[in-house]
């Protein structure tokens, strides 16, 4: 069973319901009614659908899981995904950046020096060198990433990688890729 298929299934509250039940260890339609909090028609009318696809093995009133097939989807899922693309050349930086960015965005401020340092270095590189920035162009830059501008602010221009005079910052620190 494709991942897709298995998404789509438990798209349905109420099947995720069932679903949630039975993996927490209910094993009848009535047990299944009870701890959801679903009607036994619901229950049953999901469970078909679920035993239909193979997730669901249902004998009379008796329900289990296929957990396994979870776990073949994500295996399957995993080895024909596209191999990602690494944020940084150095092994150790990108692990350090994919741990801190999900999708374009810093999830977290990293409490490490040495670590917030990388995550530091390759946000500077949205700021062009060269370029003054006002203060309101600088937190919209900022904001892409995380909402706590002020305190990235701080961080890059504490760290030496942007400057900041009058209320006009610019780039000062970091690589340039030529």
């Excluded at 349905?12 to 701890?35: F, H, M, N």
């Excluded at 370029?131 to 602010?153: F, G, I, K, Q, T």
């Excluded at 890059?156 to 910052?169: A, I, K, N, W």
Aim: charged content about 25%.
């Amino acid at each position: 069973m494709e991942a897709g298929t298995i998404v789509g299934l438990l798209a349905d509250p109420v099947r995720l319901k069932v679903v949630a039940a039975l993996a927490l260890g209910a094993g009848t339609i009535e047990d299944v009614a009870q701890v959801s909090g679903l009607s036994l028609k619901d229950v049953a009318l999901a469970a078909r659908r679920l035993a239909r696809a193979g997730l669901v093995h249902r004998d009379g009133h008796v329900l289990a899981l296929h957990t396994e097939e979870f776990g073949a989807a994500a295996r399957t899922a995993a080895a024909t995904a596209p191999p990602v693309e690494p944020l940084s050349a150095d092994p150790e930086q990108d692990a350090v950046l994919r741990a801190f960015l999900r999708d374009g965005r810093l999830v977290s401020v990293p409490a490490q020096r040495n670590k917030r340092l990388v995550v530091l270095g390759h946000l500077v590189h949205v700021f062009e060198p060269g370029v003054r920035y006002p203060e309101r162009e600088v937190n919209a830059l900022l904001a892409a990433w995380h909402p706590d501008v002020a305190a990235l602010r701080r961080y890059l221009v504490d760290e030496g990688l942007l400057t900041r005079e009058s209320g006009v910052y610019w780039r000062s620190g970091g690589y340039v890729e030529v």
